[in-house]
């Protein structure tokens, strides 16, 4: 299971999760101000989570935030794993 792991790219996994995490976010928090917006203006009540697309996009955030955290750990630990390697193949 470690060698799989090995062949992964988390870097690139980690920043394709990060571009996710920051366009869904900033989609959610602009939608927000928008119908905010119209809601002061109509003299309505809104809430960010109104319709089904916008839960849809609160749930895209939380999930690429997470995949974003893990594949950035697995990154690093891949890095150091893989310096430590180099040095006991210097030491030998």
């Known amino acids: ?3 799989h792991l090995k062949k992964w790219p988390f870097g690139i996994i980690a ?9 869904s976010t900033l989609a959610f928090v ?5 119908f905010s917006g119209v809601a002061n203006q109509t003299g309505e009540v809104v809430s960010p989570f109104a319709s089904w ?7 895209l955030a939380i999930i690429s935030f997470i995949c974003m955290i893990a ?3 697995f990154f690093v630990l891949k ?11 210097e030491d030998a």
């Open 15 to 23: 920043g394709a999760s990060f571009i996710i995490f920051f366009y």
């Open 79 to 89: 890095k150091l794993k893989h310096k430590e390697d180099d040095n006991e193949k």
């Open 1 to 3: 299971m470690i060698e």
């Open 53 to 59: 697309w916008q839960i849809l996009l609160f749930i």
């Open 30 to 34: 602009a939608f927000y101000l928008v």
């Open 71 to 73: 594949s950035f750990v």
